[in-house]
């Protein structure tokens, strides 16, 4: 088996944190649409989310210290990104750091259909939304009647 | 300026006003999670309109970017709706203002993002997504403020007496708007739909109708778009192409 470019650029690209939530990746978060030699392709979680210019930074960065300097950074709006390009790992992950992780395949039809958070402290479903809007544009505020903390949760979108 | 261009300016002015207007209450917000509501509409409104001034910038061909395009020019150039330049007022004036305007905004958006011309789809797209959260946040503000005291109840009508006048120029249509190829006008029905069931939950009667107010994407604007951009454009303006 061979290690290609495109393996060498993904395992790069798999060390770069997201600047909001560096638990997870920006190749977890699904942001990261196209991988070749030439250019690496992503798209904004949200169009005014201020992570994205620091996410392009980021990856220019790990690319040009990586031997990279010469692939581009292309941006893309479509597809719309949707929290169904979060990874299984990448869920995992955001569970591990306090962040309830976004039901899989609700995508934008969440907000007629929501059900409730699971609680990534105690694992409880009694759970009540705070506010819909929280500390960035990807998360909402939600609290946990079991154990009473409150947590983030990550928006379907 | 090509009707494209124009099209494309009216939607990044419509949504850079509005969210200039929703950053104006950081920090002064009824409650932290209203704060952080407003901020956060604030920001997907002034991302779109980066993406749609931007696009602006580009069909126009004159080398202008969003910055340019947001920055410098003065008050007649600007092409936004009357509705979105409107004084935040009371919290109640400032969410009247975003109900009639997120539930425009989600079923025009929607539209577009079936439209043919490409970037302009795929911006509409991506910020439909955004906006369905707004008018939802809005939508409940309505219910909470018309169906709670006496005092919320009052001002929420006032608040809506005020924006009801500026509704209209939301859904009027000329030739660039026809090359764009969506339909606003059609929308109205919808829109009338969506805003009536909710007035309805929220005990409230529908403002009387009134002579409407026009005159935003010719430029005719009311005074307080000047006071907003005073304050906006202030740093463009003392220090000519200034960046971090």
């Avoid at chain 1, 649409?33 to 392709?41: P, S």
């Avoid at chain 1, 790992?89 to 750091?97: F, S």
């Avoid at chain 2, 011309?117 to 906006?131: L, S």
């Avoid at chain 2, 606003?184 to 009134?210: G, Y």
Wanted: with cysteine.
């Amino acid at each position: 088996m061979t290690i290609t470019n495109t393996d060498r650029l993904r395992a790069v690209l798999a060390c770069v944190p997201d600047p909001e939530i560096p638990a997870v990746s920006v190749l977890d978060l699904g942001i990261v649409r196209d991988i070749d030699e030439d250019a690496v392709t992503i798209t904004p979680t949200y169009t005014g989310c201020p992570a994205t210019i620091a996410i392009e930074r980021m990856i220019r960065e790990a690319l040009d210290a990586n031997g990279f300097g010469s692939t581009a950074i292309k941006t893309t709006l479509s597809p719309p990104w949707s929290t169904d390009w979060i990874s299984d790992e990448g869920r995992e992950k955001l569970r591990a750091y306090g962040i309830a992780p976004p039901p899989k395949g609700a995508g934008a039809a969440s907000l007629k259909n929501e059900t409730a958070a699971e609680c990534p402290r105690c694992g409880s479903s009694n759970t009540e939304e705070i506010s819909r809007f929280g500390s960035t544009p990807c998360k909402a505020l939600w609290r946990c009647k079991a154990c009473a903390e409150p947590f983030d949760r990550f928006k379907c979108h | 300026m090509d009707a494209l261009a124009t099209c494309a300016l009216r939607l990044g002015d419509d949504s850079l006003i509005l969210g200039q207007r929703l950053g104006e209450w950081c920090g002064h917000a009824p409650a932290l999670e209203v704060d952080l509501s407003l901020a956060n509409c604030a920001l997907d409104l002034i991302g779109q309109a980066t993406h749609f001034l931007g696009l602006a910038g580009e069909l126009e061909g004159k080398g202008r970017d969003a910055d340019a395009l947001a920055f410098r020019r003065d008050v007649m150039d600007f092409t936004n709706c009357l509705l979105v330049e409107q004084k935040n007022g009371d919290f109640a004036q400032t969410i009247a203002r975003q109900f009639l305007f997120s539930h425009f905004q989600e079923l025009h958006l929607a539209a577009l993002a079936a439209s043919k011309h490409e970037r302009f789809a795929a911006i509409a797209a991506k910020a439909v997504k955004e906006v369905t959260y707004h008018s939802k946040l809005a939508s409940d503000w309505v219910i909470r403020l018309g169906d709670g005291t006496d005092e919320s109840k009052t001002r929420m009508i006032a608040g809506l007496d005020w924006m009801w006048r500026f509704a209209d120029e939301m859904f009027v249509m000329d030739e660039a708007d026809a090359a764009l190829g969506v339909d606003k006008a059609a929308l109205k029905p919808a829109w009338d739909q969506r805003i009536d069931a909710v007035l309805a939950e929220a005990t409230l009667e529908r403002p009387s109708p009134r002579r409407a107010i026009t005159g935003g994407r010719a430029g005719h604007h009311s005074e307080q778009l000047g006071h907003l951009l005073t304050e906006m454009q202030f740093l463009q303006r003392a220090y000519p192409g200034a960046t971090w």
